[in-house]
């Protein structure tokens, strides 16, 4: 059950000029939260702008019921939350989202993310490996400027790898060519996504192709994060009809093999 709680500010690092890193204090979020769910944050203590900012879990620390979230400055939403400073308190809902990133049955995953995209996969990450399972982990950047979290990423995973569109650093290409790669030499029972829309794409048809199991995560523009207005809503495909289901709330992870994107 989401809690609606004001929280404070604990920590506050900016990764790159407009990139930010925050660790709210709450125990009661921490304990609940799971691997792809996300907060609804309202980023001012104003009446404007109304509507709350949804942001992906990056990581719990759930024995200092601390939770980590990172965002990028993209509008004057995001820009008044990086004007908040630690020790202050936001007013923020979670954790959201039913559809969790979900590794049963699974021992060998691999993980793949592009952009800010790679947000969201930390958790799964680190919970995957220290449960004794293997994680390969795939991250892409247009190139060496937009490269971010590397050694953390490399952290919580058995096998890393780092591409760059342009091949200004580590490996050159897109890192869903070197996923393909290693899958035909060494089968993965599950790969998990979160990144732009091409990439997401190109992972769901190569997981159809393979016959692997697959999880994305998607980011859709939300207006309530309750799934309440319905903005969020993406095609879901089943064998007895079609449907829609809401990011925000069925999501914002989901199968596959099923969704339409």
Known sequence: MAIVEK?????????K??????????????????PGQFLEIRVTDSIEPFLRRPISIHNVKKDEGIIEFIFQVKGKGT??????????????????GE?????????????????????????LAKQVKESGKTVNMYLGFRNKDFVILENEYKEVANNFTLATDDGSYGENGFAINFLKDDISKNPV????????????????ALAKEKNIPCQLSLEERMGCGMGVCIGCAVKYKTETEDTFKRVCREGPVFDANIVEI
């Open 17 to 34: 000029s407009d990139i930010y890193k925050y660790s709210v204090k709450s125990d009661k979020m921490a304990n609940q939260a799971k």
């Open 99 to 123: 559809g969790t990133f979900n590794t049963n049955g699974y021992e060998k995953i691999a993980i793949i993310g592009g952009g800010i995209g790679i947000f969201p996969l930390y958790e």
């Open 79 to 96: 820009e008044l939350l990086s004007e908040r400073k630690e020790g202050e308190l936001i007013d923020i809902i979670g954790p959201l």
């Open 189 to 204: 029972d599950c790969i998990y996504a979160c990144g732009p829309l091409p990439m997401l794409k190109a992972v769901q």
């Open 7 to 15: 929280v404070e500010l604990v920590k506050k690092e900016q990764i």
